[in-house]
């Protein structure tokens, strides 16, 4: 490319809103940077900006400005620059490489207007300026509002200009943000004469090998007989190529090397020691290869994209759930969109493919407001907006409902933030006559890449994920996802599924074709991969960056020779880009070679043999003996107050300006929204949709995260977190045997290290001790695993006052995911109270287990009684509730979640816009005496149900020896919430009295404004 | 009699064409699933459809303006057969990014048979951001539109980031003028929103959510009533249903508001 000589004479258009338009974009920004920085502006105008670098005559640029690019009615634009007023000027435009997915649906307009074909080199490129007013404001203000809310370095480069600056004849003038690589692709050899010299060109490329597999890579090549036969194709040591696909391949990400580790476990407290060999095996695999053999309708786990189960008789569901937290750490928005976008991708390359139904998240965050000594990368505000904006272009573009989803501050996730996002699709139980969920590459199938093309970003993002993040990780990883072409490529899989052309189909994510490739290859046992005919973005690319690069909206997909005429026609007509870039043998080898030439020959059951089993020590120490007690703390005395702060807390209030700009209603299957109740306001225990519009059967689905609990023990907080998931799907009607779940791990570092991770083994004996729950909790639940995956470093160094650096570990956390089809949709409930009159009841005991709540967190305190999960009760009671909403007898069911009793008796008031009446004595508790802990345990197993009094006697039968207890009345509309206690224990008998009008408003008030 | 055959749009980002089938097929129609290249390509052809639906989505990313390059694809490709599609007495239907793609071909408002002229726009909302939400619509009862007739209130889902109708006043008083505002953003009691945040949840002028051509035969709104294609679609569902209980009475599993909207258009022709 660098000999690419450009004769064309750029254009740039601007193009700005008439003045007489509200500008909604200029006026975010105003708000935002008077909220981020007290920066205040008094106007800001954004103006889009589109540089042509393409051979077009000065009528063919009249055409595409008025036809394509300016709006009659609410625009103007100019190819001089517009003269706007202002105090300061800030361009931003996109670095070389990064995608610019507005200039390529530019380009596609502009050809097919003027009817040419952009010729190689020619692109548009889009850029803003902002035209910024306010009183006083200096070139720092205008650095800030450029620097830390307009523009990300790591993706995007700006300009600042002050009046004296500007110059209005040439503008910014012509950036070309091309991309220039001066570089002939060439394939290194990598020297391997010893263990060191191997290390040092690890750390050198950044290759995040670990040392212990270093002899055994070595071993390999060593190896006589290996040597013989890659002389054969002309190699000798390996090249660059085939160390980056171990590296790829032996990655954490990839290859879950942590969770296969061995655990050297001891109970400090005890003296117990066992050694635990493998956790995935033993508390992932095993439960759920019983559970599977139990349930008829899991019908694919542990091995493919995505975990399956039976919709009805012609249909499966699908579900995954990842996490994209390092890019999103760097560049919030762009690692957010390529989160979501990524995760969708993963039912495409389930079975034969899966149709995107409907999609989560889970946001763990710094707090939004904070303000003390450390600096994170991005400012937790700034991160979550961008993580929330990326999100909701990722899912909204891509047509896929995201109808559930959390949200949760902590200190700890300043160092990592969590972005976790959920998947789930569905596909025709067959396909052909062919089962829809299995799949093979058979020798002679052809390897074809569809999709978007390779450049250089994404590379090592595999890597940098299972690393500690630091200055040095190389923002090259960071990409931004373009939810448009992948809807299209989403499209076109479905047909050509349909058709019975895909044998085999997998995405490119970490790792790229290295390890889509890879794996497919294992189903033939070889490929040979020609590697100049995956389509580039650009020149210059080396082979081994083709082949690991994670650029995004990539399938691989293995059809047969014969299919490949209609395969490309149909491409053709999805507008989807599809090349062959090879085909699978069956030789054993992964075989690549470019322009002819061998550049990787290496035996594809290399990876699976002889590599050393990661090991940990995982020290535990029971909670109290490492210091935790319960706080000494005398009942409160005002109440309202109390309960009225609560509400107001970052992790309870409300979020709904989150799930607003998340389409949660797309492909017209909603059933159960995001957000209930007469004001349509407060969210529900679940989210249900009706995925195949003409059966009345639904999928319901939830999420639940309590990190807080790790701080006394992750035994409970995972056991916890899998009964809020269980029990948010029965509060809307799900029936427990039909639950299927997924594990999100997102752990801090646990390999112990005196220095640098002094209690790493106590991390890993949480990381034990948490899956040993999910083992017991998914066994008497009865929950397959359907999908899961870990995220190991959570853990960040941020800079503090002093120039010191501070390493931040998150809390242990683990996000659940359950998923249930329902039989008929029809008999599903909601959470609000519904009529006045009708009557509460509590189901489930409420114990003294305020240990790791918001309550003692509200004051500062952890506590140790943390809320433990009896499985086998709680299931009956599950079972109970099942039937009763089965039998139509109930008007709303809701949990009892973080915040306790106080808390979501408040949401059940708030969902109806009804009064409530209730008696805390009534309540079925374990002893407990006093108030504030009936009020704010958070207890496991219990829901608020409200039902018609007419149906008393037979909601009571149903409930018969069970711990379930009348408590109070709903009453009228607006009325107040009264909370009172008859046991009258020294106080006035009526606890809390207040509007729930105002509980609403103090629960909607610290997000409201957003 | 033969089914009136509906041909929805797909493809290049639209996301909205399953339901939008489902809906026509409820609604009595029988629907095909189009992609724009199938059409542009001449593979399928207009003049064996009687209602044609530019649906909801992204198209094109919606770069450069929501429903600009889908026009001008449409337009470029297309352009006459779109115009005697119209001519021949054809029902055309553009919901969300399909009404802002009609105002960008130039379809509506279609004052005086000029279907080429743009003169509306839907724009950025006013709140600043994508917005997914149910408002409550005002019906026009003298308004020409075909969808719309026997409706006088009706509630339905909205997801736009860019709904907010606007143009200018000679433009927006002869809408008025031709009964062509078909539809106004409303309060739940059945009062115009008068620009009231969330009811009318983009900021556009007169609260206007839909207008129709001045044959009535060429309709765009932003609202989605395919979305709204079974009663749990509605977000009182569960709320409705357990009141009706208490009175006695059996919920009704008749056709929703949205199904309504596209049996309209199914009528029209049945009824010729």
């Not at chain 1, 010729?119 to 450029?146: N, P």
């Amino acid at each position: 490319m660098a000999a690419f000589k450009s004769i064309i004479m750029p254009n740039r258009l601007e193009i700005a809103l008439n003045p007489d338009l509200f500008d909604a974009e200029g006026e975010g920004i105003r708000q935002k940077a008077f909220h981020y920085f007290g920066i205040k502006l008094s106007r800001v105008c954004a103006i889009n900006v589109l540089t042509i670098d393409a051979d077009l005559t000065a009528d063919q640029l009249k055409t595409i400005q008025t036809e394509i690019f300016t709006n009659p009615v609410t625009q103007t634009s100019s190819f001089d620059p517009i003269p706007i007023e202002f105090d300061w000027i800030i361009w931003v435009g996109f670095r070389p490489g990064v995608r610019d997915n507005p200039g390529s649906t530019a380009v596609e307009a502009v050809e097919d207007i003027l009817g040419v074909k952009f010729k190689q080199g020619e692109a548009i490129y889009t850029s803003k300026r902002y035209c910024l007013k306010g009183k006083g404001l200096t070139s720092e203000d205008a650095d800030k509002i450029a620097g830390e809310l307009l523009a990300n370095e790591v993706i995007q480069r700006w300009k600042i200009y002050s009046k004296q600056d500007w110059d209005n004849k040439s503008g910014i003038g012509i950036i070309i943000p091309k991309v220039k690589l001066d570089h002939k692709p060439v394939v290194m050899s990598i020297p391997i004469d010893s263990d060191e010299t191997l290390k040092g060109i690890s750390d050198e490329r950044n290759l995040a090998l670990n040392p212990n597999d270093i002899p055994t890579i070595r071993a390999y090549f060593l190896s006589e007989k290996v040597r013989a036969e890659r002389a054969l194709v002309g190699l000798s040591d390996p090249t660059d190529i085939e160390i980056e696909y171990i590296s790829q391949a032996r990655s954490d990400h990839c290859n879950h090397n942590t969770f296969q580790g061995l655990f050297h476990y001891q109970d400090l407290s005890t003296g117990h020691a066992e050694v635990v060999d493998n956790i995935f095996e033993t508390c992932i695999k095993e439960p759920t290869l019983l559970l599977k053999e139990k349930k008829p309708w899991v019908v694919s786990v542990l091995w493919d994209n995505a975990g399956a189960g039976q919709f009805d008789d012609d249909h499966y569901y699908v579900i995954t759930g990842e996490t994209h937290n390092s890019p999103s750490n760097m560049e919030a928005y762009g690692g957010a969109i390529t989160g979501i976008v990524g995760v969708y991708r993963d039912p495409m390359g389930t079975g034969k493919g899966a149709k995107l139904i409907m999609g989560g998240y889970g946001y763990c965050v710094g707090q939004r407001d904070y303000n003390g000594d450390l600096t994170p990368h991005l400012h937790p505000r700034r991160l979550l907006d961008g993580v929330i904006e990326g999100v909701r272009d990722g899912g909204n573009k891509s047509g896929i409902p995201t109808t559930f989803g959390q949200l949760l501050f902590h200190p700890g996730y300043m160092g990592k933030s969590l972005v976790f996002v959920t998947a789930i699709g569905i596909m025709p139980a067959q396909i052909k006559g062919e089962p829809s969920e299995q799949k093979k590459t058979s020798p002679g199938d052809l390897v074809i890449m569809c999709g978007g093309r390779v450049g250089k970003d994404g590379i090592h993002g595999v890597t940098a994920a299972s690393e500690v993040f630091s200055e040095s990780t190389p923002a090259g990883h960071v990409q931004i996802g373009d939810p448009y072409t992948q809807k299209k490529m989403h499209d076109f899989i479905l047909e050509v599924r349909d058709k019975g052309l895909i044998r085999f189909i997998t995405d490119n994510g970490g790792g790229g074709l290295s390890s889509s490739v890879g794996e497919s290859a294992l189903f033939s046992n070889g490929c040979e991969i020609e590697l100049e005919k995956v389509p580039l973005k650009y020149e210059g690319l080396d082979q081994w960056e083709i082949w690991i690069s994670e650029s995004q909206e990539r399938m691989t997909v293995a059809i047969r020779p014969e299919d490949l005429d209609s395969f490309l026609a149909l491409s053709k007509k999805h507008a989807v880009e599809s090349a062959v870039i090879g085909k699978y043998t069956d030789s054993g080898k992964l075989h690549i070679t470019y322009n002819g030439k061998t550049c990787a020959y290496i035996d594809l059951d290399f990876l699976s043999s002889g590599f050393p089993q990661w090991e940990f020590d995982a020290h535990w120490q029971e909670p109290e003996k490492r210091g935790l007690f319960e706080p000494v703390v005398r009942e409160p005395g005002d109440y309202e107050a109390l309960l009225t702060d609560i509400l107001s807390r970052p992790n309870i209030c409300s979020r709904e300006w989150i799930s607003r700009q998340y389409d949660h209603e797309v492909q017209g299957t909603s059933v159960i929204k995001p957000l209930v109740g007469a004001g349509r306001d407060v969210n529900s225990d679940a989210s249900v949709i009706r995925p195949v519009l003409d059966s009345e059967k639904g999928l319901a689905f939830a999420q639940a995260l309590l990190p807080a609990y790790s701080a006394i023990d992750a035994y409970h907080m995972t056991a916890c977190a899998i009964d809020e998931a269980v029990r948010r799907l029965i509060a809307v009607g799900a029936d427990l045997d039909m639950i299927g779940g997924v594990d999100n791990f997102c752990w801090p570092n646990i390999q112990y290290d005196p220095e640098d991770n002094p209690d790493g083994r106590f991390k890993a004996a949480q990381l034990v001790r948490s899956c040993l729950a999910l083992r017991d909790i998914c066994l008497t639940y009865g929950i397959p695993l359907l999908s899961g995956k870990d995220s190991m470093y959570i853990d960040g160094y941020l800079a503090g006052r002093y120039g010191e650096t501070h390493k931040v570990s998150a809390l242990e956390t683990i996000q659940f995911s359950t998923i249930s089809v329902i039989d008929d949709i029809n008999k599903c409930i909601t959470m609000d109270s519904k009529i006045p009159g009708d009557l509460v009841y509590i189901l489930g005991e409420t114990g003294n287990e305020l240990g790791g709540s918001e309550y003692y967190e509200h004051y500062g305190y952890v506590g140790l009684n943390v809320p433990q999960v009896h499985s086998r009760q709680f299931a009956t009671l599950y079972r109970a509730l099942g039937s009763a909403i089965e039998k139509e007898v109930l008007a709303s069911a809701h949990g009892i979640y973080r915040g306790g009793l106080g808390v979501h008796l408040t949401m059940v008031a708030m969902g109806g816009d009804l009064g409530m009446k209730v008696d805390l004595a009534l309540v079925p508790s374990a002893q407990v005496n006093r108030i504030d802990t009936l009020l704010f345990s958070e207890s496991a197993g219990r829901f608020i149900v409200t039902i018609d009094p007419e149906k008393k006697k037979i909601f009571e039968d149903i409930f018969k020896g069970l711990p379930c207890a009348c408590i109070g009345v709903i009453t009228d509309k607006s009325g107040d919430l009264i909370i009172s206690d008859s046991k009258n224990r020294g106080k006035s008998k009526t606890i809390i009295s207040i509007p729930v009008q105002d509980l609403k408003a103090a629960w909607k008030k610290p997000f409201k404004d957003l | 009699m033969n089914k009136v055959n509906a041909l929805v749009l797909a493809g290049y980002g639209l996301n909205c064409d399953n339901e939008t089938a489902y809906a026509l097929e409820l609604a009595g129609a029988s629907a095909r699933r189009v992609h724009i290249n199938s059409l542009i390509d001449g593979s399928v052809s207009l003049d064996d459809f009687q209602i044609m639906v530019f649906v909801g989505g992204f198209s094109w990313g919606d770069d450069h303006g929501a429903g600009v390059i889908q026009a001008v694809r449409l337009k470029t490709n297309l352009g006459d057969k779109l115009l005697e599609f119209v001519d021949r007495g054809n029902l055309v239907l553009g919901i969300c990014n399909g009404f802002q793609t009609l105002v960008n071909i130039g379809l509506l408002p279609g004052f005086a048979g000029d279907y080429k002229t743009r003169s509306i726009a839907l724009t950025f909302n006013d709140c600043g951001n994508f917005r997914d939400d149910w408002v409550s619509l005002k019906v026009n009862p003298s308004s020409p539109c075909v969808f719309t007739k026997g409706f006088d209130f009706l509630e339905l889902p909205i997801r736009h980031g860019e709904g907010k109708f606007y143009s200018d006043k000679v433009v927006i008083e002869r809408l008025f003028e031709n009964n062509q505002v078909a539809m106004q953003y409303a309060m739940p009691k059945g009062s115009l929103a008068d620009n009231r945040f969330p009811f009318n949840p983009n900021g556009s002028i007169n609260d206007i959510a839909g207008i129709c051509d001045p044959t009535g035969r060429i309709f765009g709104l932003m609202p989605h009533p395919e979305a709204y294609n079974h009663r749990t679609n509605h977000p009182d569902w569960t709320r409705d249903k357990e009141i009706i209980k208490r009175r006695g009475s059996v919920v009704d599993t008749g056709a929703t508001a949205g199904i309504r909207m596209f049996q309209n258009a199914v009528d029209f022709f049945n009824k010729m």
